[in-house]
């Protein structure tokens, strides 16, 4: 169901009408331009949020010493509490 060729076509005439032979060349630029920020923005954006695990854990005392109640736990402690 993705895009056939017939749309493709129409997708490059309008832009073709709308932006004319002379201005297409400059706009193409633009748009790759555009495209290679952005994927240099994403890779950025990823590097910094990989981070060392060791970090993380310091980060956040006390995280993995106090684990939440297990649902099986927290549902008998609810019958005995209504009992």
Known sequence: MGIGIWQV???LAIVLILFGAGKL???MGDLAKGIKSFRSGMKEEVAGEVDDPKEV???VPGAADDPAPSAAAAA???ETAKS
């Open 9 to 11: 076509i129409l997708i």
């Open 25 to 27: 060349p400059r706009v």
């Open 57 to 59: 854990a310091h980060e």
């Open 76 to 78: 008998k402690a609810d």
